[in-house]
């Protein structure tokens, strides 16, 4: 069983719509990462957090760490936020989930 | 300036070959990290370094080496690459637990 799992694999939506990706954890953590890698292949981070929640423009994520569970939420999405977004906690080493492709039909 | 640099961006080469994947930052962080990334998975890590005298295996280091020879430049090594090692490369940095930054990638592809 992966240590880090992400939900679901692959997404398509309408433009407009309000997106939920979820993560779940195995292990202890110090912090979750949410990160989104662009078509092009690079990798940008979106969010570090350890507890509540973070919002950044559209961008929302949360954390429950007592759940070993994190969202991240994406309103009023566009096309440009087509892309593979990936959850990574950090135990001892950061440990990736396998990412979730988002496309976003205009 | 991009604050992590990776070159090549893109290198086809053939079964046997070594290769060098090289790193540089401007961002003085201590830590830097190699990652393979595959189709479909997660990103993999190869080779990780606290220092410039600290480097660590991770958890697929069989078959590269590094070399941290400053702090800002971290090195990969394929000494006689093979087929399997096709992938997309990926080097980070950070500062203690902060956010990781990465570079654009090296697409390598071993005939």
């Known amino acids: 069983k992966n240590e880090v799992e992400q939900s679901p694999q692959n997404l398509t939506a309408q433009e407009g719509e309000f997106i939920t990706i979820n993560c779940s954890y195995s292990?202890?953590?110090?912090?979750l990462h949410w990160l989104q890698q662009h078509p092009g292949g690079g990798i940008v981070s979106l969010f570090m957090?350890?507890?509540?929640?973070k919002k950044h423009g559209r961008l929302i994520a949360t954390i429950n760490i007592q759940e070993k569970h994190s969202s991240l939420h994406i309103t009023a999405s566009h096309p440009r936020d087509s892309a593979v977004y990936i959850c990574?906690?950090?135990?001892?080493?950061?440990?990736w989930g396998a990412g979730t492709k988002l496309i976003i039909k205009p | 300036d991009a604050d992590v640099t990776q070159t090549p961006r893109n290198r086809i080469t053939k079964t046997g070959k070594r290769i060098m994947l090289e790193c540089s930052q401007t961002?003085?962080?201590?830590?830097m990290y190699w990652y393979r990334q595959d189709p479909g998975l997660g990103l993999q890590l190869i080779y990780y370094s606290f220092d410039v005298k600290d480097i660590n295996k991770g958890e697929i280091s069989d078959g590269y080496s590094v070399s941290r020879q400053a702090q800002a430049k971290f090195s990969l090594s394929l000494e006689s690459a093979i087929p399997n090692q096709t992938a997309l490369y990926f080097c980070?940095?950070?500062?203690?637990?902060?956010?990781?930054?990465f570079g654009d990638g090296t697409r390598l592809s071993i005939l």
């Open positions: 961002k003085g962080h201590d830590r």
């Open positions: 957090l350890s507890s509540g929640k």
């Open positions: 292990v202890g953590i110090s912090a």
């Open positions: 990574a906690v950090n135990d001892y080493q950061l440990i």
């Open positions: 980070a940095t950070v500062f203690c637990n902060q956010p990781q930054h």
